[in-house]
């Protein structure tokens, strides 16, 4: 599922195109912004079901093995151990999965020579043979190494794979990294106990939208808000001097503080900050960190920051 941080990256992208566009009105970025999130959806979805399709197509692989050397008498099979694996086949087998990939209408897109490929890679691979290897029953982070291997190691170093998402995500380039480490990430989080997280996800991924329409929408409804509590803090500099994706997370940052009661105060400043590092200037951290701190001092002086539960308010 993709992460909240994503999805402050992607409301952050269009808040930018909005001020280069004076065309689009947020009518307009509301659209975009959601149809961006799906299409990013619809990948993080497609990754784990080209995974299921390499880890079953194991059995293909050893039919055909055997009709070829059953003249010889011999035998020559693949170890099919990946095609039972326990989070794959959760996935598999749950119906919401399936009728997601059925919505998307992700099947149809899949192309039998780059699983071929990835799956060839694979079963070569030593972390696949070490894992073969070891004795059953596997742990849960036997299981989570085993599917990262697939990722990281096979499927993200095939030319034939990466190609393949390119013809078929028209915004895999802007999307890749956050995808990718959107799914990682949740097959990290496995635990033998519980249904695989992108299981889980489902029950949140309307709240995820509605996040970032609330956004998207708050931070440019009070934008002049926004502009007149930061001007102040600007010492010696001008508003238009300062880097401008600076001010879009700065307003954003503030939108989440005034705006958004269930959000920590810890967690807004945290995840601008963390996203200033990744997209902004060397000293875009520094800089919003020390504009935050004054910002919200102020805030809670003026009780502007209401936040809804028990220790949320904390900086």
Known sequence: MLSRRSIRIKAMQTVYAMQVNDMLTLEGAQKNLQRSISNAYAMYLYIFLIMIKVAEYVKTDNQN?????????????????????????????????????????????????????????????????????????????????????????VMTRSEVFLAHLEDIFLNWDDDCAIVITAVANDIKTYNSKKNPIILQNYKTWKERRDFA????????????????????????????????????????????????????????????????????????????NGILDALLKKLKEEGKIKKLGRGLVES
């Open 65 to 153: 093995r055997a009709q070829k050397l059953l003249k010889i008498n011999q035998t020559d099979t693949v170890n099919p151990l990946i095609s039972e694996h326990p989070i794959l086949k959760a996935i598999a087998d749950d119906d919401q999965f399936q009728l997601f990939v059925k919505q998307e209408k992700l099947a149809p897109r899949i192309d039998s020579n780059t699983i071929i490929k990835c799956y060839q890679a694979f079963i070569k691979h030593k972390d696949y043979q070490s894992y073969c290897e070891i004795a059953a029953p596997h742990t849960d982070k036997q299981h989570v190494k085993i599917l990262l291997s697939l990722l990281r190691k």
């Open 213 to 288: 329409r609330n956004l998207l929408k708050n931070t440019f409804t009070y934008n002049e808000e926004y502009i007149q509590l930061i001007k102040p803090q600007l010492i010696n500099w001008e508003l238009d001097r300062v880097n401008n994706l600076d001010v879009i997370l700065l307003k954003m940052a503030l939108c989440e503080l005034i705006y958004f009661p269930t959000i920590p105060v810890k967690v807004t400043i945290n995840e601008y900050i963390e996203i200033a590092k990744e997209y902004s200037t060397n000293k875009s951290k520094d800089f919003i």
